[in-house]
């Protein structure tokens, strides 16, 4: 497994060895030793998700306020996505940016997104099936999100407008700049 820091250094790209013969491939798709050693600290992921969503369909951009925020370790099965993690802490030099990376099937790369970020994807292919480590349980009183069409995030989600579908709750969500609940770059959300 290789890690690599974006240009959000907290969020970091990971890319597996794969084997491959022809036969088919073998990887190794998670490895806590190896991503603790990279991070400089022990997430504890405890719970794995999985969605299957069709060509357009944009989830996100969601996240949890403390003390029920999420670190999220997610990759793409099959398909193709445009995986978005943006900057909600007050206070840090990257504040309302955005990290776009393009996940699939294929080149099996993985986003390790720590506390502190909205997060969210579109799906590029016919379909698309997600998956997704969570380091603490959902809490949907805490659930708040960041409408995915900001103009001061200024996300390319890669498709057109009119191709995009979402659930009726994310297209209420609202601008970064009307947000009251946001994290504050100088607390350590892992303690």
């Not at 603790?36 to 022990?42: C, E, M, N, P, R």
């Amino acid at each position: 497994m290789q890690f690599k820091r974006s240009d959000i250094a907290d969020v970091v790209i990971c890319e597996p060895l794969v084997h491959g013969d022809d036969r088919g491939y073998f990887f190794e798709s998670f490895r806590l030793d190896k991503l603790a050693d990279f991070l400089g600290y022990k997430p504890e992921f405890i719970q794995d998700n999985e969605s299957k969503s069709s060509r357009g369909v944009i989830r996100g951009l969601h996240f949890q306020l403390p003390p029920y925020a999420q670190t999220k370790l997610v990759r793409v099965i099959e398909g193709e996505v445009l995986d978005v993690a943006v900057d909600l802490r007050e206070g840090s030099p990257t504040f309302g940016q955005a990290v776009s990376v393009l996940l699939s099937g294929e080149n099996r790369k993985q986003l390790f997104i720590p506390r502190g970020f909205a997060h969210g994807f579109v799906v590029l292919s016919e379909s698309a099936i997600f998956s997704y480590k969570v380091d603490n349980y959902y809490n949907q009183p805490s659930e708040r999100g960041v409408i995915y069409n900001d103009t001061s995030i200024d996300i390319d989600w890669k498709l057109a407008e009119e191709e995009l579908l979402m659930s009726a709750k994310d297209q209420i969500l609202p601008l970064l700049k009307d947000m009251t609940d946001l994290f504050s770059a100088s607390v350590n959300y892992y303690e």
